[in-house]
């Protein structure tokens, strides 16, 4: 189904990255400068730092996405131990 633009939250990439808020609008406010500003690298620093704060982030979830999927694991595993005792 074709999405609505006025529908979709411009900030919604913020909900997971809050650490990065600051960073991201710095990044945000440099951009508002103008085409010139961009151009010749006034904001290339804070671009940088934004990426490097979005990966922490990302890395961040992906250890503790692999934490609950290995304790999810465990729970199953037991859960099948049990069934084929009790078999």
């Not at 991201?24 to 690298?41: N, P, Q, S, V, Y």
Request: with cysteine; proline share 1%; glycine share 2%.
């Amino acid at each position: 189904f074709p999405l609505d633009c006025e529908m979709i939250d411009v900030d919604m990439h913020r909900f997971h990255n809050f650490r990065c808020e600051e960073i991201m609008t710095a990044l945000e406010d440099c951009h508002a400068r103008g085409f010139m500003w961009k151009a010749i690298g006034m904001c290339s620093s804070l671009k940088e730092d934004v990426n490097k704060c979005l990966r922490a982030e990302r890395l961040a979830r992906t250890a503790e996405n692999r934490e609950r999927a290995k304790e999810k694991k465990a729970k199953i595993q037991a859960v099948w131990a049990e069934i084929d005792a009790n078999s």
